[in-house]
Each structure stands twice: as structure tokens, then as C-alpha cells.
């Protein structure tokens, strides 16, 4: 089972590009979660996406947009990068029934 | 809303010792709680969870946490440290499936020899 999978897993920009992380699952799993991790900080939602069509904000979304392409599908796109935003990015998603959220391994991301 | 905080960003303990990770979370909601676990240069794994029921709950590698509505806490315990629970844990509140789903900023376990 691959879980769920994030690419890339490194990525160097510079201040004003943009990119896309994508996430993907295979486990069936209706909700999804984009976090970014900086130390002394923990995880922070970005965005998340409680069903197939629906988004919502989480505590730190400026700067960021997502797209639930499907179920199994949910994208988290920088529209032009700061130094800010330099963080190791994990997607996640949720089993129904359990609330266990399952990660991804990781994005890590330097904006110079 | 859900919050969590953690006391104490590094905790370190003896080998052979009780290891004791705080954490007190603020919920609107009845909350569901949850410890995660994560190993240097890895995702997070679920250690356990509380959603309804048994106050007292039991997850993997010997870790235990109660949920204490009144001091609204859910610490984490494990009655004898052993050098592979070296790590990073998080303890999360959420109000539910599919909603908002908050970390606390996360308590490094050192075990020492």
C-alpha cells in the first residue's frame, strides 16, 4: 500500500515562483489536510478538505491555494513564493470512522 | 475553535524511568484527542486516541493517556522510558471526522542511558 504520496519531496525556489506540491491517497479516505512544520512550532493547517468539492482555511492559509482535484487527489499551490514559506509541507489524510490521520512523508521546501 | 498547548518543548528522562508529556487543549466541541509520534526525517504516526468512551486509553509501545474533562488535559505516560522512544510528540484536538485537526507545538523526548 503507498499510503499517501507527496512530490516532490525537495524543492529550492526563488522569492516570486510558483509551484505546486501534490498529494495523493489510496486508501479511500474522504478528507485531506495540507500542514506546514517549523521548529519550535509544530504542524500548522494550511488548508483542509473535509469531502470531494470542498475546502476550507486552516490557522495559516495566506499565501496558499489548494485544489481537491478528487477524492483521492488534493494540491497545495504557492503563487509566489516568500523566504516565508521555507518549511517542510505534509499532506494527510483521514480514515472515517477512526479520525486517524495518515501522512505523507514530507516536502521539504527552501525559498531563497 | 480548538487549541492544544504543550508544557514543556523538551522533556528528558533516564532509561528505565516514567516518562510524563503534558497537554491541555481548549474545544467548543466535545473533543476528539490524539497523540502522534515522529521519528527524525519521518512522517507522524498515531500513538493513540480518544474519541468517546473509556477515559483511559492504551496505544502502541506501551504509551497510555487519560482524558481529564475537568482539567481538560490529555497526558501522555509510559511507565518505563526505553531509548527507542526517542522522539518528537505532538498531542492534537480535533472537533471531529473531517474537521479542523490542531497540533500542539510538540515535546522532544530524550532517553538517556
Known amino acids: 500500500n503507498a499510503g499517501v504520496t507527496q512530490t516532490p519531496k525537495f524543492q529550492v525556489l526563488k522569492t516570486g515562483q510558483s509551484m505546486t506540491l501534490q498529494c495523493a491517497q489510496d486508501?479511500?479516505?474522504?478528507?485531506m489536510y495540507w500542514y506546514r512544520q517549523d521548529p519550535g512550532m509544530g504542524l500548522r493547517l494550511i488548508y483542509y478538505s473535509a469531502s470531494e468539492g470542498t475546502t476550507d482555511k486552516g490557522e495559516v492559509p495566506n499565501g496558499y491555494n489548494v485544489s481537491r482535484l478528487n477524492k483521492r487527489e488534493f494540491s497545495l499551490r504557492l503563487e509566489s513564493a516568500a523566504p516565508s514559506q521555507t518549511s517542510v509541507y505534509f499532506c494527510?489524510?483521514?480514515?472515517?470512522?477512526?479520525?486517524?490521520?495518515?501522512f505523507g512523508e514530507g516536502s521539504r521546501l527552501t525559498v531563497l | 475553535a480548538q487549541s492544544v498547548t504543550q508544557l514543556g518543548s523538551h522533556v528528558s528522562v533516564s532509561e528505565g524511568a516514567l516518562v510524563l508529556l503534558r497537554c491541555n487543549y481548549s474545544s467548543s466541541v466535545p473533543p476528539y484527542l490524539f497523540w502522534y509520534v515522529q521519528y527524525p526525517n519521518q512522517g507522524l504516526q498515531l500513538l493513540l486516541k480518544y474519541t468517546t468512551g473509556a477515559t483511559l486509553v492504551k496505544g502502541i509501545n506501551g504509551f497510555e493517556a487519560e482524558f481529564k474533562k475537568s482539567e481538560t488535559s490529555f497526558h501522555l505516560t509510559k511507565p518505563s522510558a526505553h531509548m527507542s522512544d526517542a522522539a518528537e510528540y505532538f498531542c492534537a484536538v480535533s472537533g471531529g471526522w473531517g474537521q479542523n485537526f490542531v497540533f500542539g507545538p510538540g515535546t522532544r523526548l530524550s532517553v538517556l542511558p
Open positions: 486508501m479511500n479516505h474522504n478528507s
Open positions: 494527510a489524510s483521514m480514515a472515517q470512522g477512526t479520525g486517524e490521520l495518515f
